[in-house]
């Protein structure tokens, strides 16, 4: 008995120690987590600025490829280019902007070459851009 007496002495004596040790971890913790879900709303922030700057770049190229007949600024392979960077910087960001710029991917391999001849090509494409900036506008507003 005297030992259990030793002990629950011990326990008021340090009571004080031991609640701010418990705050202190708990402070850590809560300091930790917060830490982390700053930097991961970072990340997601500048990739999704990123996809919709490359949104622009890639309108732009179908605008100089269809009204204009531009291939210089309006060249497809940079259009490839924007697709694909658009595709690989998406997978940062939570879905369903990986989804959607998959799709864009897609729609610009499979419309890419009318451009130009036919105005449907350019109304999938635009629709496509347009679909994946409000994606990305909807995950930024969203973001904490």
């Not at 004080?16 to 700053?38: C, D, H, K, P, V």
Request: hydrophobic share 40%; net charge negative.
């Amino acid at each position: 008995m005297d030992k259990n007496n030793s002990i629950w002495r011990q326990l008021q004596r340090n009571l004080i120690a031991i609640i701010s040790l418990a705050f202190a971890m708990t402070g850590l913790a809560y300091n930790t987590w917060r830490n982390e879900q700053t930097e991961e709303n970072r990340n997601i922030r500048e990739a999704t600025f990123e996809v919709l700057v490359r949104l622009g770049d890639l309108q732009r190229v179908v605008f100089f490829s269809h009204y204009d007949h531009d291939l210089l600024e309006g060249n497809p392979r940079s259009g490839w280019a924007y697709a694909l960077t658009i595709a690989d910087l998406s997978q940062v960001v939570p879905e369903p902007l990986p989804a959607c710029t998959s799709r864009l991917k897609e729609t610009w391999g499979q419309s890419w070459s009318d451009l130009g001849k036919d105005e449907q090509s350019v109304q999938k494409i635009g629709s496509a851009i347009d679909e994946c900036r409000d994606v990305a506008l909807k995950i930024l507003r969203e973001l904490r």
